[in-house]
Every structure is written in structure tokens, then in C-alpha cells.
């Protein structure tokens, strides 16, 4: 299993895709549409989302689905949803040490003008998304296989398909 991981608006669409399209890793079947602010596509599996997005769920049931989605998915299999990090309690006992996670990152300032002109968020709210969402995963991902790509500067398709490519195989 590969876990794509980042704050929104970091990278972390291209990674999916990219594993996707290129690497032949399922990252899922049913995907949130591309939009202006993504326009080649988010890659984040609807299945995963919704489960994560629904309020209504208790932790149980949320588990129970999860557990589920789980079930289902054949290797090579990949996931990347923002909120996986917040239900981590959950998604841990299915995440096995041999699971390798690229964590998708970019310079602060970059991610805050993107979410400010893509979703309409002020610079608080902003700012306290991207410290909380790296805060929560630095520490989930201690002991993990990990890969951290910076997409500060421009990447290429074909230069991230090549570090995506050394890691996973």
C-alpha cells in the first residue's frame, strides 16, 4: 500500500495522480471531479472521502467501513485523502509497516496564496491548516518508510514519475 499525505494545495493531486496514471497503482476507482482549482484532477477516492467527510458516522461505524474499504483493495493500491490523518486511530490497525508513504509538501507561503485564491480562506485559517495538518502528520508517520517531496519549485511530470518510480519499486 502507498499513503499519499500532505496539506491541500502541496502536491499531493500530482502524486496521486502520477502513481496512478504512470505506476499502475490503484489509487481508487471513483474520483472527486477535476475543478478550476485542480484541473487535472484531485485523485482522491470518493469511497475514502465520503467515509472521512460524513459527520453523522460514530467512530464505530466509521471503522467498520473503513475496515471494509480495506477488504476490497487489491496491491498495488495507493490512498490519498486530507482527512485520512484525522481518523488515524482508525486507518492505523489496516497500515502496515512495509506501507510506504510519500508525504507531498511546499513552501508555506505558496500553499497559503493557493488556498486563498482557489478556496477563499484568510490567511488564518489558512496558516493554522497547514501547521495542524504537518503537525498531525509528522508524528503519524514516525517509523514509517517515507518519501518527502517538495513541489516548492516547479516539478516536471516526468521528474516526479522518476523519484515516485526509485521509491516504489
Known sequence: MILVLGTGRSGTSTVARLLHTELGVSMGTRFKEPDSANVK??????????INTDETLGHDLRAERISHLFATKREPWGLKEPRTPYYWSIYREHIGRDTKIIIATRATHLITASLKKNYGWDEYKALNVIRDRRRVIGQLVQGFDTLTIDFTGR????????????YVR
Open 155 to 166: 516539478r516536471s511530470d516526468e521528474e516526479v514519475t522518476r523519484i515516485l518510480t526509485n
Open 41 to 50: 484532477g484531485y485523485y482522491e477516492d470518493l469511497d475514502f472521502l465520503e
